[in-house]
């Protein structure tokens, strides 16, 4: 037993107060009295009981000095040590990443993981538990419950998520739940190691679980496909991470009919990589390689890739003003700026971005058009005012000055005016134009700037059946049709996934794979990629560290009691209180 506030004990003064005082109270001279019989009764009780006859001389005393005592008891906030190894709050923090499925002795990772997680929850039975799942996102799936029954139940119903853990971020939330109390965190992950946790708090005790086995992994590193004049040409870079030398075959599917193309054998020594490639592949839209060899982890051994005009580079006229360049490297596509005869050659497989009217002729690809190598601009005043577009959807338009604009394309659609003078058309291929230089506006300094051009260009490539590569979870916005109040996703086999209500809030499925993205009646594809950081398991030891468990020695928690002696005291103050009353003061 210990005490939280020693430094109560000059109250103990009050007690000796009391003691002191009735060593000096007045004492009475006794006298001899004449009834022999009475004196002699007398004596014969003081012989029989003399505790009690001293208790009833006494009570006042006694009760007085047993009320302080329990005062000062009570003061000094008594406690009874106990160990601190399994905290009342206790956190998991689950790595959910696709390196989770990997199998080590018929059972994967986050199924051994399921099985401790369980054991901890029935051992803490009553305490309180808070589960967090790891991603780019992190959610917390319980917070601070105490019913054993659903901590389980949610254990239970924990599921692989495939996206990269950022376990660093699911540690930040895990301490701000805890507020700077105390809490016993476990982190279940495949490799985590110590120099991660550069401050610890006070009171926190860590426990990081990891796969402390060697998980035998051969991966498909990269994989490729291009359209040619003889077909599809496919190309796969396979990873043995093995310390053996592999044997295998590399197979490529149509995923949208489920049929198999080609297959090929390959050797691969260990830790070592190797090219597998493919020729004359059936004309597709979307392909999936797959390589069939005897590993432990079986979700990176599978790619998928989709086939189409599905740009990811921008060229800009040379002759353009520099900003629109910025734009491009604002939203995060890869631009470069180039002269006539680069843009001529590039022109069906990047998205063009000049002045010249020539290019509206070129190619099969629409471009974007801002302003006219063959015109004059005019000067012009008003407002601008839009057509429900898709193109604005993301930012207003409105308040940019506008100082003059070019002619206007008589056979295309207009969707911004200044005044009743076209801003800016849309062509029947789908070539979007601004009939104006970007020197001649403000609209640099608006926020709607690098978003209208991102607008632009996801309406460039919409006029292809590839609506983009994601990785899992990965949120990202979609140039919605606007036609539709939703949009939906349909896995190859028209499974129901998941639907948004604009593209603005889309986030890719959590399962790599090709997926339909249904828009407006309209179809389109997109492929889930694993992040090239899921294509490797780690492993390393399991440790602890914290307060409790610095050098072996546990932290000792309290039990505090000292309330339980509130009523005992306030019952003895009724008792005095009762015994002053019937006997009066005491000689």
Same mark, same amino acid.
């Given at each position: 037993?210990?005490?939280?506030?020693?430094?109560?004990?000059?109250?103990?003064?009050?007690?000796?107060?009391?003691?002191?005082?009735?060593?000096?109270?007045?004492?009475?001279?006794?006298? $001899?009295?004449?009834?022999?019989?009475? =004196?002699?009764?007398?004596?014969?009780?003081?012989?029989?009981?003399?505790?009690?006859?001293?208790?009833?001389?006494?009570?006042?005393?006694?009760?007085? $000095?047993?009320?302080?005592?329990?005062?000062?008891?009570?003061?000094?906030?008594?406690?009874?040590?106990?160990?601190?190894? /399994?905290?009342?709050?206790?956190?998991?923090?689950?790595?959910?990443?696709?390196?989770?499925?990997?199998?080590?002795?018929?059972?994967?990772?986050?199924?051994?993981?399921?099985?401790?997680?369980?054991?901890?929850?029935?051992?803490?039975?009553?305490?309180?538990?808070?589960?967090?799942?790891?991603?780019?996102?992190?959610?917390?799936?319980?917070?601070?419950?105490?019913?054993?029954?659903?901590?389980?139940?949610?254990?239970?119903?924990?599921?692989?998520?495939?996206?990269?853990?950022?376990?660093?971020?699911?540690?930040? &939330?895990?301490?701000?739940?805890?507020?700077?109390?105390?809490?016993? !965190?476990?982190?279940?992950?495949?490799? $985590?190691?110590?120099?991660?946790?550069?401050?610890?708090?006070?009171?926190?005790?860590?426990?990081?679980?990891?796969?402390?086995?060697?998980?035998?992994?051969?991966?498909?590193?990269?994989?490729?496909?291009?359209?040619?004049?003889?077909?599809?040409?496919?190309?796969?870079?396979?990873?043995?991470?093995?310390?053996?030398?592999?044997?295998?075959?590399?197979? !490529? =599917?149509?995923?949208?009919?489920?049929?198999?193309?080609?297959?090929?054998?390959?050797?691969?020594?260990?830790?070592?990589?190797?090219?597998?490639?493919?020729?004359?592949?059936?004309?597709?839209?979307?392909?999936?390689?797959?390589? /069939?060899?005897?590993?432990?982890?079986?979700?990176?051994?599978?790619?998928?890739?989709?086939?189409?005009?599905?740009?990811?580079?921008?060229?800009?006229?040379?002759?353009?003003?520099?900003?629109?360049?910025?734009?491009?490297?604002? !939203?995060?596509?890869?631009?470069?700026?180039?002269?006539?005869?680069?843009?001529?050659?590039?022109?069906?497989?990047?998205?063009?971005?000049?002045?010249?009217?020539?290019?509206?002729?070129?190619?099969?690809?629409?471009?974007?058009?801002?302003?006219?190598?063959?015109?004059?601009?005019?000067?012009?005043?008003?407002?601008?005012?839009?057509?429900?577009?898709?193109?604005?959807?993301?930012?207003?338009?409105?308040?940019?000055?506008?100082?003059?604009?070019?002619?206007?394309?008589?056979?295309?659609?207009?969707?911004?005016?200044?005044?009743?003078?076209?801003?800016?058309?849309?062509?029947?291929?789908?070539?979007?134009?601004?009939?104006?230089?970007?020197?001649?506006?403000?609209?640099?300094?608006?926020?709607?700037?690098?978003?209208?051009?991102?607008?632009?260009?996801?309406?460039?490539?919409?006029?292809?059946?590839?609506?983009?590569?994601?990785?899992?979870?990965?949120?990202?916005?979609?140039?919605?049709?606007?036609?539709?109040?939703? $949009?939906?996703?349909?896995?190859?086999?028209?499974?129901?996934?998941?639907?948004?209500?604009?593209?603005?809030?889309?986030?890719?499925?959590?399962?790599?794979?090709?997926?339909?993205? &249904?828009?407006?009646?309209?179809?389109?594809?997109?492929?889930?990629?694993?992040?090239?950081?899921?294509?490797?398991?780690?492993?390393?030891?399991?440790?602890?560290?914290?307060?409790?468990?610095?050098?072996?020695?546990?932290?000792?928690?309290?039990?505090?009691?000292? =309330?339980?002696?509130?009523?005992?005291?306030?019952?003895?103050?009724? !008792?005095? =209180?009762?015994?002053?009353?019937?006997?009066?003061?005491?000689?």
């Amino acid at each position: 037993m210990g005490f939280d506030h020693v430094s109560n004990l000059w109250t103990a003064i009050f007690p000796l107060a009391v003691l002191l005082y009735y060593f000096f109270r007045k004492k009475y001279k006794t006298e $001899m009295i004449s009834s022999t019989l009475f =004196w002699e009764k007398s004596m014969k009780e003081t012989k029989v009981s003399p505790y009690l006859k001293n208790l009833q001389q006494n009570a006042l005393f006694y009760l007085q $000095m047993a009320a302080l005592l329990l005062l000062l008891f009570i003061l000094m906030d008594p406690f009874i040590p106990k160990e601190q190894g /399994d905290d009342e709050h206790t956190i998991f923090i689950v790595d959910t990443s696709a390196t989770m499925t990997a199998v080590e002795d018929d059972l994967s990772l986050f199924e051994a993981n399921r099985a401790v997680m369980k054991e901890i929850a029935e051992e803490r039975a009553g305490e309180s538990f808070s589960l967090i799942t790891t991603g780019k996102e992190p959610s917390i799936i319980l917070r601070e419950e105490r019913d054993v029954r659903k901590v389980l139940e949610a254990i239970e119903h924990l599921d692989v998520e495939y996206e990269n853990e950022k376990i660093d971020r699911s540690i930040d &939330i895990a301490r701000s739940i805890i507020a700077g109390s105390s809490a016993d !965190i476990h982190i279940f992950t495949d490799q $985590m190691d110590r120099s991660a946790f550069v401050d610890t708090e006070e009171g926190i005790h860590w426990t990081v679980h990891v796969n402390e086995a060697e998980i035998a992994n051969i991966s498909i590193e990269k994989f490729g496909a291009i359209l040619s004049d003889d077909g599809v040409e496919a190309i796969l870079k396979v990873n043995n991470q093995t310390e053996q030398d592999i044997t295998g075959t590399a197979i !490529i =599917w149509d995923e949208l009919s489920g049929k198999k193309l080609l297959e090929k054998p390959f050797e691969i020594e260990k830790k070592d990589t190797t090219l597998v490639s493919f020729q004359q592949l059936p004309e597709t839209i979307a392909l999936r390689a797959e390589i /069939d060899v005897n590993d432990d982890y079986s979700a990176d051994n599978s790619a998928f890739v989709l086939i189409g005009n599905d740009a990811s580079e921008a060229i800009v006229d040379s002759n353009l003003h520099e900003l629109i360049k910025k734009a491009f490297d604002a !939203i995060g596509l890869a631009v470069t700026t180039g002269s006539a005869a680069e843009m001529k050659a590039a022109v069906d497989q990047a998205i063009i971005v000049t002045n010249d009217v020539s290019f509206l002729q070129e190619g099969v690809r629409p471009i974007l058009l801002i302003g006219r190598n063959d015109e004059r601009a005019e000067e012009i005043s008003g407002q601008i005012k839009t057509e429900a577009d898709p193109l604005f959807s993301l930012g207003s338009i409105d308040d940019v000055y506008v100082q003059s604009i070019y002619p206007s394309f008589e056979e295309y659609e207009t969707i911004a005016y200044i005044g009743e003078q076209p801003f800016i058309q849309r062509s029947k291929r789908g070539d979007i134009i601004i009939l104006t230089d970007i020197g001649s506006t403000d609209w640099p300094l608006h926020p709607s700037f690098p978003l209208f051009f991102w607008s632009a260009v996801e309406s460039l490539r919409s006029g292809t059946d590839i609506a983009g590569l994601f990785h899992p979870n990965e949120r990202k916005a979609i140039l919605s049709s606007g036609m539709s109040d939703d $949009m939906e996703v349909f896995t190859v086999k028209d499974e129901y996934v998941e639907s948004f209500a604009n593209g603005n809030h889309f986030i890719a499925p959590m399962k790599p794979g090709i997926y339909k993205l &249904i828009d407006g009646g309209k179809e389109k594809y997109i492929a889930v990629q694993l992040e090239s950081t899921e294509k490797s398991i780690g492993s390393g030891s399991s440790f602890k560290f914290g307060s409790d468990h610095a050098d072996g020695v546990k932290e000792e928690g309290k039990n505090k009691f000292g =309330w339980l002696f509130v009523l005992p005291v306030l019952l003895l103050l009724l !008792i005095e =209180w009762e015994v002053q009353r019937r006997r009066g003061y005491p000689n």
